[in-house]
């Protein structure tokens, strides 16, 4: 009988399970078992009362009146504001946290202010086959526009970088754009390894943090990026809101992404003059509610300590994959790294020759939702060999007795398509 | 709630197991057209030879879930050495077979020409489908329709550039 409480890590998660209106529901009969964190997580109910507690109490455009409760919404913004910063170690949060719609936005903003300030044509960029399309197609686009090179760290069978080559590729490279945590292998990268290479070789390093952060122990002043990108929705948090984390020295010289309000100090007929950090990059009325989720969010994860966390999405995937191997056997290939402390809670699998969005379709009659697809990873497919993948996803409040639900939902498939 | 019998008919799967038409034709003489599914990464690859109106041959590559490969297998049987206008008709039905359920869901933006035309067809004839009429369930998993519809709408290209092929060639 699996456990629900992980006594070893400090983790209630039976208890803490009760914080998620949605973990109570069924699905076609049977009790929800979500294994699709990676896409998106819940959302406690910590987090959806703060939002509708600001909502009904405090909500005013912030940066804006001087009335009382317009105070205390931009009072709750910017506070939100600097928990994020604390939570990931931003030596400044006030100035180096920009709030974005997410990860994506983040990246992009990174590819139109520096890579617009600093790219020029002939230039070489430096990225990874592992990366999110998130951190590709922007600076395709930037490349075609500039006549950039873009260069690609390869990866090896067991889904790690292949390192042994870096210094030669990052010769003459600009900017390293590299995911801290994979979203289809699971992957952790070493970010600090390569980005003292790349420093070395007088490039700016780029991280997206999109899966890492919500998952692991994040010290910005450590890790060696430059720029760190992430979405509040992976973490406990609500959608339409995500983070973009830059060095005060790197942000501060930088001309603005989005052109409007808020973002500007002046505007005359001449011209205008941009605001300081980090209003500079926020053009509009910011996603305020949001914040204050995204706040709320990061309190529950620093109540419940990263450290925590990690440790037991560790001892869960570790029990998810010696479980699916003990049952499968052969007719299951888990994707990414075999040692289970090198690498987040994601696990892309290919199940005997049986399509991924049927897998996902049977799975989903036993009440588990799991990931099929190409996970906006399409280089990565390919260097897999592979067109789509399923992924089953943990966070915090997943148990052993959900990995279980998936193998005996797996069994099923098996037998169904016989 | 829609069971899975409904999507995974016993035609379905036996076109999944055991496809029809299997492979690429030489291009050319062939028109070779590849038809993607970007929210799951599913390829398709339709080979077809058009002769005097008819489709004469046909052969399906590619890779997908078993609705969009069983789709595409019933499709190339049921086109093959039919007459060019016969195939469309059956496009508009097979879509419109798709397309009448899927403007009935809530949150559906409301359809282009092309569906309309489809479901004046659809009404007409459905009971022309055949063994097609298996793929109906569909429907009940919206989701899904895409995998099924792929297959037609990578052949519906196929026609057209065979015949602005024809057009050109012709003038």
């Not at chain 2, 038809?35 to 990464?41: A, E, I, M, S, Y």
Request: charged share 20%; glycine share 8%; hydrophobic share 40%.
């Amino acid at each position: 009988m699996a456990g629900l409480i992980d006594v070893a890590h400090g983790l209630d998660v039976e208890t803490l399970r009760k914080d998620f209106p949605l973990l109570a529901q069924e699905v076609n009969g049977h009790p929800i078992t979500y294994l699709d964190s990676a896409a998106s997580s819940q959302r406690p109910r910590q987090v959806l009362d703060a939002m509708r507690e600001y909502d009904e109490t405090t909500h005013a455009n912030v940066h804006r009146g001087v009335y009382g409760i317009a105070e205390e919404a931009t009072h709750r913004f910017e506070a939100a504001r600097v928990a994020v910063g604390r939570f990931i170690g931003a030596p400044n949060p006030a100035r180096e946290i920009l709030f974005s719609k997410n990860a994506t936005e983040g990246l992009n903003l990174v590819a139109n202010t520096w890579g617009r300030t600093h790219l020029h044509p002939g230039d070489s960029i430096l990225l990874t086959e592992m990366e999110h399309h998130a951190n590709i197609v922007p600076w395709q686009m930037l490349a075609e526009e500039r006549e950039l090179s873009i260069r690609w760290i390869p990866i090896d069978d067991d889904g790690a970088l292949i390192l042994d080559d870096l210094e030669r590729l990052v010769d003459g490279v600009k900017l390293v754009g590299i995911t801290c945590m994979s979203n289809v292998l699971g992957t952790l990268n070493p970010v600090g390894d390569i980005a003292r290479v790349a420093h070395a070789a007088g490039a700016v390093v780029v991280a997206d943090g999109a899966q890492s952060v919500p998952h692991l122990p994040t010290d910005v002043s450590t890790l060696g990026c430059d720029f760190l990108a992430f979405s509040a929705h992976k973490m406990l948090g609500p959608t339409g809101i995500g983070v973009l984390w830059g060095r005060d020295e790197l942000l501060t010289p930088l001309p603005p992404f989005l052109g409007g309000g808020e973002m500007i100090l002046d505007v005359r007929k001449e011209g205008f003059t941009p605001n300081d950090l980090p209003w500079r990059f926020e053009a509009g009325t910011p996603p305020i509610t949001e914040a204050i989720g995204l706040g709320a969010a990061v309190e529950y994860l620093q109540a419940i300590g990263m450290e925590s966390i990690r440790a037991h999405e560790i001892s869960l995937t570790t029990y998810a994959m010696n479980t699916l191997a003990e049952r499968f056997g052969d007719d299951i290939r888990i994707f990414g790294p075999k040692d289970p402390t090198q690498r987040g809670g994601v696990l892309s699998f290919a199940y005997r020759d049986i399509h991924p969005h049927d897998v996902s379709q049977i799975l989903d009659q036993y009440g588990v939702c799991v990931r099929a697809g190409h996970h906006c990873a399409k280089p990565l497919m390919r260097r897999l060999g592979v067109n789509a993948t399923a992924r089953a996803s943990f966070a915090l409040y997943n148990t052993e007795s959900d990995v279980d639900t998936l193998a005996n939902a797996l069994a099923e498939t098996g037998a169904f398509f016989g | 709630m829609a069971g899975l019998e409904d999507l995974y008919r016993e035609i379905i799967l036996d076109h999944y197991r055991s496809p029809r038409n299997r492979g690429e034709l030489p291009s050319p003489p062939a028109q070779r057209v590849e038809g993607f599914n970007p929210l799951c990464g599913d390829e398709i690859v339709v080979t077809l030879e058009v002769t005097d109106g008819t489709v004469s041959d046909i052969k399906i590559g590619g890779t997908g879930c078993s609705i969009s490969q069983s789709s595409a297998s019933l499709m190339s049987a049921a086109v093959k050495g039919k007459p060019v206008t016969e195939v469309r008709d059956l496009i508009r039905t097979f879509k419109g077979m798709m397309s009448i359920h899927e403007s009935t869901l809530p949150g559906k933006d409301s359809q282009d020409e092309d569906d309309i035309e489809a479901t004046e067809a659809q009404l007409l004839d459905v009971d022309s489908l055949g063994e097609l009429a298996a793929l109906q369930g569909v429907v009940k998993f919206p989701v899904r329709i895409k995998c099924a519809t792929l297959s037609w709408n990578t052949l519906a290209q196929g026609l057209d550039e065979a015949e602005s092929k024809t057009e050109s060639a012709s003038a």
